[in-house]
C-alpha cells in the first residue's frame, strides 16, 4: 500500500513537500517513484531513487524538485521548490520489483494520488 500526503494550493515560487508512506513491500529494495498527471494527458515521470540512494530527475523539474527516501520509516519524499503553475497536477507514489516496472507509466503498484494546484 502507498499513500501521498502533503498536496495542496501553493503560489507561483512557493513550496510544497509530498510523501508517501509505503507498507506491503521490501521497501529498502526497491526504487521509488514520483509521477504527475493533468487531465486528458499520460502519467508523467517526474523523479526517481534507488535503492542504492542514486536520484534522476525530468528535466521540467530538475534543479528544483529533490526526492528522498527514509528506509527506517519506509517513506518516501518529494521536496518540491520554485513551483510553477505547468506544476499543477496529481501527483502519484509508486514502485515495483524491478526499476523498468519503477520506471513504467502503466506498470508497478501505485498510490491513490495527490493534488497539487499552483496558482500564477
Known amino acids: 500500500q502507498l499513500v501521498e500526503s502533503g498536496g495542496g494550493l501553493v503560489q507561483a515560487g512557493g513550496s510544497l513537500r509530498l510523501s508517501c508512506a509505503v507498507s506491503g513491500v521490501d521497501f529498502n529494495r526497491n526504487a521509488m517513484a514520483w509521477f504527475r498527471q493533468t487531465p486528458g494527458k499520460q502519467r508523467e515521470f517526474v523523479a526517481v531513487i534507488r535503492s542504492s540512494g542514486g536520484t534522476s530527475y525530468s528535466d521540467s523539474v530538475k534543479d528544483r524538485f529533490t526526492i528522498s527516501r527514509d528506509n527506517a520509516v519506509d517513506t518516501v519524499s518529494l521536496q518540491m521548490n520554485d513551483l510553477k503553475p505547468e506544476d499543477t497536477a496529481v501527483y502519484f507514489c509508486?514502485?515495483?520489483?524491478?526499476?523498468?516496472?519503477?520506471?513504467?507509466?502503466?506498470?508497478?503498484?501505485w498510490g491513490r494520488g495527490t493534488q497539487v494546484t499552483v496558482s500564477s
Open positions: 509508486k514502485t515495483g520489483q524491478t526499476l523498468a516496472m519503477v520506471l513504467s507509466a502503466t506498470m508497478g503498484y
